[in-house]
């Protein structure tokens, strides 16, 4: 070993390398992905040419996309036009926000009973099946369904969006109470308190925030779908959006589309304000309305606290 | 000294028995009459079953055989709405203080008031005015009357074991319950919680049991102590019989003594 030292030039530090540094390997090699990705490669290499994606294909396709494209501009907001634009999208927001409600409404009892750390194995597994019936289908077909069932319109389109929140809201928040922390729920169940009671001091006040921030997400998610399902004739912009299309009315769809981005972006700067103002602390909102706004995060120093609760008693 | 006498708030153990996993007991056939008043500690070594025992009484643990006889009730046999009237009796408070981390102060205090208050009710909130009345006291007792509107997770852990107390006591409790109250609290803070404790409790005649780590503090707060090892009953007397003997069949070895 001594030999070896000499040898070495890391050793000029002073520390003692007594292994070759070249024989051993710090990360194993993970065969099982590297055949994996290999795998992938030949089979999109071979579904491409099942399915005609080649070049010369792509490129016929872009002399149609320049015309099309050509014709989608300028976009016509003409006045009637405007008008179509305007009554649409107001039912779009109409059938989303209808829709987030009902939704938030079913899918928050559904979530306590999906949550398999309150309830007994023979009430979450059904409430679980529920769930993951309303996750399997895409907004789209579903509101296919609700088309053929109940007639084309804004009700379709509302039942469509709420499975969907279900699958969504519900599952999230099922998956939420199941973290929750269980001392804290100890605690209120020692005090005598029933299920209802435990429910409202010692479960949802550790989950309401993240399920707000769920809702909030559901309803920008709503407002984007809203759009679309009036495609397959469930209310909303998406109607005028498909009769256009088939109109070849190219410069209203183009007006259309610039409405939709423009609906959508307002939602999420106003949905993300709401959720910076429930994001994690609900109770802050008590201070807001108390106007300390220099109470920041729970873990401050309490001499801060202790400041601002002297400011509060002054007052 | 008090003379310790049986009245309508002692706690009668027979043969309670333990086990998690099938087979293997942590609590070995307890047998305890733990005195209607005063403090009593329970003292033992970790993993003997302290906790395990403190539980049972209000069966946030049940109990696999045995029997825990107060106030004419064997509490091990209840369930459903019975239960929850003889939880409502026993306050409890925590060695991790178990707040409602997100409810403020006045929440969690009245929270020890839900046994009473119908649902519907808790859900908006509205509590009694005598309830009310009593927490603002119970908040100006334990110290914390500026905390009142605060959210319990900005709270030190001597300020949150203090919110504990005062919730305990909210239940207006035939009995106290307390599971090492202060093992995560630094020395003086430990005593300022026991005082507390004593003080509530004692002013409203409440019988405490409390387990404990700190001999000491459990000397000088506590009017019987009982020594517990590998789930069963090894110590039963004052703090005065409490001897290096007795700590030594307690905790077993003695160099930790010196």
Redesign the interface.
Same mark, same amino acid.
């Given at each position: 070993m001594v030999a070896k030292i000499g040898s070495n030039e890391f050793c000029m530090n002073g520390l003692i390398n007594n292994t070759n540094p070249s024989s051993r390997k710090p990360f194993q090699a993970n065969w099982p992905l590297r055949l994996g990705g290999l795998a992938l490669l030949i089979y999109v290499a071979w579904a491409s040419a099942q399915l005609d994606i080649t070049w010369a294909r792509f490129s016929s396709g872009l002399t149609q996309a320049a015309k099309f494209f050509d014709r989608l501009f300028p976009p016509n907001f003409a006045a009637e036009k405007a008008e179509m634009i305007v009554a649409g999208l107001t039912e779009s927001i109409q059938i989303a926000v209808v829709a987030t409600a009902l939704g938030i409404a079913l899918a928050l009892p559904i979530g306590i009973l999906a949550a398999r750390n309150l309830m007994p194995a023979w009430v979450a597994w059904p409430a679980r099946a529920l769930i993951a019936v309303c996750r399997s289908f895409h907004e789209v077909v579903v509101a296919i369904i609700f088309v053929k069932a109940v007639g084309f319109g804004a009700v379709a389109g509302v039942g469509a969006l709420v499975v969907g929140a279900i699958g969504f809201i519900a599952k999230l928040f099922a998956e939420a109470i199941e973290e929750i922390s269980p001392k804290q729920v100890e605690a209120v169940r020692a005090s005598g308190a029933g299920f209802f009671s435990v429910l409202a001091y010692g479960v949802l006040p550790q989950v309401m925030s993240r399920f707000l921030g769920f809702a909030s997400y559901q309803f920008d998610a709503n407002l984007r779908a809203s759009t679309m399902i009036g495609i397959v004739g469930a209310g909303g912009i998406g109607v005028s959006l498909m009769s256009a299309f088939q109109r070849f009315d190219y410069d209203f769809v183009c007006a259309i589309l610039i409405s939709i981005i423009l609906l959508v972006v307002v939602a999420e700067v106003i949905s993300g304000f709401a959720r910076s103002l429930f994001s994690g602390n609900l109770a802050r909102l008590n201070y807001f309305r108390r106007g300390q706004f220099d109470h920041q995060t729970s873990h401050q120093s309490l001499a801060k606290n202790d400041a601002s609760i002297n400011v509060n008693a002054a007052s | 000294m008090k003379k310790i006498v049986g009245n309508d708030r002692t706690i009668e153990i027979r043969g309670l028995v333990k086990e998690y996993t099938k087979g293997v007991p942590v609590l070995k056939g307890i047998n305890l009459t733990i005195p209607g008043d005063g403090i009593t500690a329970i003292i033992g070594p970790s993993g003997t079953g302290k906790s395990t025992l403190i539980r049972c009484i209000?069966r946030?643990i049940d109990p696999t055989e045995g029997e825990i006889i107060f106030q004419g009730r064997d509490l091990a046999k209840l369930s459903g709405a019975s239960l &929850? /009237? /003889? +939880? &409502? =009796?026993? !306050?409890?408070v925590?060695q991790?203080y $178990? #707040? *409602?981390? &997100? #409810? @403020?102060v006045m929440?969690n205090v009245l @929270? %020890?008031?839900? !046994?009473? *208050?119908s /649902?519907f009710n /808790?859900?908006l909130r509205r509590f009694p005015a005598a309830d009310i009345a009593e927490a603002f006291a119970l908040l100006e007792a334990v110290g914390l009357s $500026?905390?009142t509107? =605060?959210?319990a997770? !900005? #709270?030190?852990g001597g =300020?949150r074991q203090r919110v %504990?107390i005062a +919730?305990a006591i909210m =239940?207006r409790p035939e009995i106290l319950l307390a599971d090492e109250p202060t093992s995560s609290l630094d020395p003086k803070t430990s005593v300022e919680i026991m005082e507390i404790m004593a003080n509530l409790a004692g002013s409203r005649g409440i019988p405490v049991i409390v387990n404990i780590h700190n001999v000491a503090l459990a000397k000088r707060f506590c009017q019987r102590m009982i020594g517990m090892n590998g789930g069963q009953v090894v110590f039963d007397g004052t703090p005065a019989e409490l001897t290096d003997a007795a700590l030594n069949t307690i905790y077993g070895g003695e160099n930790w003594l010196e």
């Open positions: - | 209000n946030l &929850r /009237a /003889a +939880r &409502r =009796q026993i !306050g409890m925590f991790e $178990n #707040l *409602v981390e &997100r #409810l @403020t929440e @929270t %020890g008031r839900l !046994g009473y *208050v /649902a /808790a859900w $500026n905390f509107y =605060q959210r997770d !900005g #709270l030190s =300020q %504990g +919730r =239940q």
